[in-house]
């Protein structure tokens, strides 16, 4: 079992940045495959990031297009912790951000992932 804890949400103006992280507790962290999802109000859920170990060689970082060149997600084994960098920030980016957890890295369906966080709300204003 993993337990996910995230924060690091807010308020924030168009063209600011927010940092998520999410520390996990239960299971060994180096090996998990974490990822982040967020679900607007009346949409389903989707996927943002993730951040797998490819291999055994090196993570991979896997990011959704509407996100790409504007969010970074990174770990630190140390802390137990995934955090997702969020630059440029839009209206269309508000959402609930989830941070999830899976054994091995699946694919990027919120059923790819077995363990979630309770979710981080954020929110953009025009």
């Known amino acids: 079992q993993v337990a996910l804890v995230e924060s690091g949400g807010g308020l924030v103006q168009a063209g600011g940045s927010l940092r998520l992280s999410c520390t996990a507790s239960g299971r060994p962290f180096r090996s998990l495959a974490m990822g982040w999802f967020r679900q607007a109000q009346g949409k389903e859920r989707e996927f943002v990031s993730s951040h797998t170990w490819n291999s055994g060689i090196r993570y991979y970082a896997d990011y959704a297009d509407f996100v790409k060149g504007r969010f970074t997600i990174s770990r630190d084994n140390t802390k137990n912790t995934v955090y997702l960098q969020m630059n440029s920030l839009k209206p269309e980016d508000t959402a609930v951000y989830y941070c999830?957890?899976?054994?091995?890295?699946?694919?990027?369906?919120?059923?790819?992932?077995?363990?979630w966080g309770q979710g981080t709300e954020v929110t953009v204003s025009a």
């Open positions: 999830a957890a899976a054994s091995a890295a699946r694919g990027r369906r919120p059923s790819d992932f077995d363990y």
